[in-house]
């Protein structure tokens, strides 16, 4: 039989092939569709799940994580101007700022505002700052990918972190 001119031929079906195929399909849909989601929440980069605060009793971490490998990074230190329990009276002495762990390895680690005196040994930075300072930019570039865990300890009061650096 011919349509239109054309010979017909008969095609033959695997329909147990194509089910697997098409479960295949769907389950690639799935892992795009999650990793699409995971990037577009931040989860992998900028976002909203890539924002994290650490609260302590003297000052607040802020920072963004997972990091990305040779890229800018950075934790902003809001010292709080007066520690809960403490008598309200100007601070006199400068404010200390040491980093132990991954981070005091990282290249190119600066402060901004920059310090009054810092002091680098292997694996830790410490920096003081004038009485008066309230916020602390501590940037640097990213280093090798994988795990990376690091200490900050400002006035005394130590705060862990731990975060993925991405290739």
Request: with cysteine; net charge positive; charged share 20%.
């Amino acid at each position: 039989m011919e349509t239109n001119g054309a010979a017909s031929a008969r095609v033959e079906e695997d329909l147990p092939f194509q089910v697997r195929s098409w479960r295949v399909q769907r389950l690639g849909w799935c892992v795009f569709a999650l990793y699409v989601g995971a990037a577009l929440a931040g989860f992998l980069g900028d976002g909203p799940l890539a924002q994290r605060r650490v609260e302590m009793r003297g000052y607040s971490l802020a920072y963004r994580s997972p990091w990305m490998n040779g890229r800018d990074s950075r934790v902003l230190v809001e010292i709080k101007e007066f520690q809960i329990g403490a008598v309200d009276r100007p601070r006199s002495e400068p404010r200390r700022i040491a980093i132990r762990g991954d981070l005091a390895s990282l290249r190119n680690l600066h402060f901004v505002p920059g310090p009054i005196s810092s002091v680098s040994r292997k694996g830790s930075v410490t920096a003081s700052f004038e009485p008066e300072t309230t916020l602390v930019s501590v940037e640097a570039v990213a280093g090798s990918p994988g795990p990376a865990k690091f200490w900050i300890d400002v006035n005394g009061e130590q705060a862990s972190i731990a975060l993925w650096i991405l290739p």
